[in-house]
């Protein structure tokens, strides 16, 4: 009988996830299940806890990886903060944030929305006045916008939203590992990623981290949480105390994962880290210029780790992607949404942003272009 794994090609993934996976994370991954509840699991648990809180920049208890990917995340924060009729503002300028407010609709919540261009930041101007008219419950952004290729300035916007005294949800399913995140510094109440991106781990976990109003909003619920699967209500009792009381089966091999992934970020040093990814963002600039191609993003709100590279006149989005999986084993996204065929989106994320990659990147894309 042929076995289909057999038939995987090793495939250099530079689009905007899942990123290229460390050795030494896919070791990990190998090692021998144990129980959900074994002390040898738990001491892990604790492990990932304080290697989160570093990497995020914050002391908060609250802060554990969700069973699923960034949209269990995502969904993690809303189906926790929102109660039916409470007024949200969600912060778009691209898919994702789009995709908050159909997640907060489906709650119930009443929710406005500041829709700024697709590849350009949201801006202070933008807000002050929406947050200023109205007394908003919760307000939410996308740290690092992955369909355009916009970081968002959170440090700029923070000041307004905690003068707001709304609760404060960033996504930062992209940004965690690539860029630094200062959550207590920047007045950030739930914030949620996925290992996916910058850890250089395969999909199937979503750090998650509250803040102390955070859980507070959660513990003085009118209503139960509408999620029994995300209720963190219920699962900090299995993430913390001596006694820990059984939710749902912790996923073991993917928490091995990502145990392995923050410790060799936390081992090289976050900073080193970060500056890899700019540098790799640079490299692929110096790159793309021999090439006459240019990226979407006004320069001073880029996005390190996924770069959204205008596609020339008379060049085949489709074409090009085709051929560089099928002849090269490259793989970048296209656009999304108005930019589907205007785009292709070059991730540099985590054991991808290797300069190695992107040579071999720009010798494929000189032989087809």
């Known amino acids: 009988m042929n076995n289909l794994l057999n038939t995987i090609n090793e495939t250099l993934l530079m689009g905007p996830g899942p990123s290229s996976v460390a050795p030494t994370v896919y070791s990990s991954i190998g090692k021998s299940t144990i129980g959900h509840l074994d002390p040898k699991f738990i001491e892990i648990m604790d492990a990932i806890k304080l290697q989160l809180q570093t990497l995020m920049g914050t002391k908060n208890e609250l802060t554990i990886p969700i069973s699923g990917t960034g949209s269990a995340g995502m969904e993690t924060c809303f189906v926790n903060l929102i109660e039916h009729g409470e007024e949200v503002l969600i912060l ?62 959170i440090k700029e916007l923070a000041p307004l939203i905690k003068e707001s005294n709304a609760l404060f949800v960033v996504d930062a399913v992209t940004s965690l590992g690539g860029v630094e995140i200062c959550m207590d510094d920047w007045g950030i109440d739930a914030l949620y990623s996925g290992t996916q991106k910058c850890l250089s781990c395969p999909p199937g976990l979503s750090p998650v ?112 992607r085709s051929s560089l999986l099928n002849d090269y084993n490259i793989e970048i996204g296209g656009g999304l949404g108005n930019l589907a065929g205007n785009v292709w989106r070059v991730g540099l994320m985590g054991h991808t942003a290797r300069n190695e990659n992107i040579d071999r990147l720009f010798n494929a894309l000189s032989s087809i272009l």
């Not at 609709?105 to 949201?122: C, F, H, M, T, Y």
């Not at 929406?130 to 369909?147: P, R």
């Not at 963190?232 to 913390?240: D, E, G, P, T, V």
């Open 92 to 153: 778009s300028n691209g898919v994702f944030g789009g995709r908050m407010i159909d997640v907060c609709e489906r709650l119930g919540a009443n929710v406005d929305s500041i829709n700024q261009k697709w590849g350009e930041p949201i801006t202070t101007d933008m807000i002050s006045e929406k947050i200023n008219s109205k007394k908003y419950d919760l307000i939410a952004i996308v740290h690092a916008e992955t369909s355009t290729g916009v970081l968002n300035p």
């Open 209 to 320: 981290s509250f803040s102390e109003r955070a859980v507070n909003k959660l513990m003085n619920r009118k209503s139960k949480v509408p999620n029994w699967y995300l209720d963190l209500s219920m699962i900090a009792n299995y993430w913390s105390g001596k006694q820990r009381a059984y939710h749902h089966t912790a996923p073991i091999n993917m928490v091995y994962a990502l145990y392995q992934a923050l410790f060799d970020i936390i081992e090289e040093g976050p900073k080193k880290t970060f500056q890899k990814h700019a540098d790799a963002h640079q490299y692929l600039l110096q790159k793309l210029e021999e090439l006459n191609l240019e990226l979407l993003v006004e320069k001073k709100y880029r996005l390190p780790m996924l770069n959204a590279i205008k596609i020339p006149a008379g060049i085949s989005d489709m074409d090009v």
